[in-house]
């Protein structure tokens, strides 16, 4: 600011003009300095802009559907009769580790321990094993995802391939289920599935703690583009179909 008093040029409008200058070169030169942040932040930006863009756009080629729920709130259940009614295309990560356990693969047997234990198989195995299945089969009127997304790394993963395809999620269906209802119903399941984390009661409720710990940030990741809609989860399967398919043709 001395250099400004000093000057010959002393008189108000000069030094009004001379403060402004200098004003504008220190903005000038902090701009230059922070370049480097400037064009990170608006990378980011934009990559958040195209997420937001993703999910806010239609496409009339596929309709995609999440069903989303605690374990025992009839995923696969409701999904049968879904994918019957719809033509979608069923890729179930439950179904799909239950396969490799059953083929006796390396893969299946990791992910035989997790399960016992009602603990998540690690999102690298999931992510992989839906990326290969989607590739699988280019051309379908849709894919309703059951039990996946389960964390919101997933959820974001799922995004990025969905983005490849212009055709993001449609809509999730949230079924909402009492802890008592549930463990009732895997208990239930558990003497006649052959499931060994069916069986044991403990088992079950780590489950429901893992659902809680981990999975409802998969709710929240797509409330923020208004996708979730909640559905009463009790009832006969029959009554709760029709909940879920009322949605379904309000979107389509
Ligand atoms: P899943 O196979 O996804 O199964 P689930 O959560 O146990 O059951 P679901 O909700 O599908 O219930 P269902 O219709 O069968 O997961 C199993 C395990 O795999 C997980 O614990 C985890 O370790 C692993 N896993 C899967 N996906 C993963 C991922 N993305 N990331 C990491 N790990 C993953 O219904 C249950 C019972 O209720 C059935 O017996 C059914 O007949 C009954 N039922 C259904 N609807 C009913 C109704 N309306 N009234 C009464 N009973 C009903």
Redesign the pocket.
């Known amino acids: 600011m001395n250099a400004v008093f000093h000057h010959k040029n002393s008189s108000p409008k000069g030094l009004v003009l001379r403060i402004s200058f200098n004003h504008f070169s220190f903005l000038l030169n902090k701009l230059v300095n922070e370049w480097e942040k400037i064009v990170v932040f608006c990378t980011f930006g934009f990559v958040e802009f195209c997420i937001h863009q993703q999910h806010f756009t239609t496409s009339t080629a596929m309709f995609n559907l999440i069903l989303f729920?605690p374990?025992?709130?009839?995923?696969?259940?409701q999904s049968e009769k879904l994918m019957a009614r719809y033509s979608l295309k069923h890729l179930?990560?439950?179904?799909l580790?239950r396969s490799e356990i059953t083929r006796q693969t390396p893969l299946g047997m990791e992910a035989k321990a997790?399960?016992d234990r009602?603990?998540?198989?690690p999102d690298e195995v999931?992510i992989g094993m839906i990326q290969s299945c989607m590739d699988q089969v280019p051309n379908v009127p849709g894919f309703l995802f059951?039990?996946?997304?389960?964390t919101a790394a997933?959820a974001v993963a799922l995004d990025h391939l969905l983005q490849q395809k212009n055709a993001p999620i449609g809509v999730m269906l949230a079924l909402q289920v009492g802890e008592e209802e549930l463990v009732s119903?895997?208990m239930?399941?558990g003497e006649t599935s052959g499931r060994s984390?069916d069986t044991n009661e403990q088992v079950i409720r780590a489950?429901i703690a893992e659902y809680h710990k981990k999975t409802t940030a998969v709710a929240d990741h797509y409330r923020q583009f208004n996708k979730v809609v909640d559905i009463a989860g009790e009832?006969?399967?029959d009554e709760?179909f029709d909940r879920l398919c009322s949605e379904i043709d309000s979107r389509k």
């Not at 179930?92 to 179904?95: L, Q």
């Not at 059951?146 to 389960?150: E, V, Y």
Request: charged residues 30%; without cysteine.
């Open positions: 729920g374990p025992g709130s009839g995923k696969g259940t179930s990560t439950g179904d580790l997790i399960m009602g603990e998540l198989v999931v059951d039990g996946f997304p389960r997933q119903r895997l239930k399941r984390d489950r009832g006969s399967i709760i």
